[in-house]
């Protein structure tokens, strides 16, 4: 499997997990949903790429609770690695 399908398999997970109660944690992780599945399915492009890492840096400082954080975090050092 590869590990950006991994990280669509975690955004998912996430997405329920997250509280909700702030726009970077819940913006951020409808915006990652879309990106990550586009990653996963071959079709990102470098801009939309570039928008994920943004978005992921934005949620790991910004989200009002802690697996907003550490979700983007995760999956910041999840797809330095894809």
């Not at 399915?41 to 928008?51: D, N, P, R, Y």
Request: hydrophobic share 50%.
């Amino acid at each position: 499997m590869a590990l950006s399908q991994v990280a669509a398999d975690f955004v998912a997970m996430a997405r329920e997990e997250c509280c909700g109660e702030c726009l970077p944690g819940f913006n951020g992780m409808l915006q990652v949903t879309g990106l990550v599945q586009k990653l996963a399915e071959g079709t990102a492009t470098v801009e939309e790429k570039a928008l994920l890492r943004q978005t992921l840096d934005v949620m790991a400082r910004a989200a009002k609770c802690k697996m907003g954080r550490l979700s983007a975090r995760f999956l910041r050092q999840l797809l330095r690695e894809a």
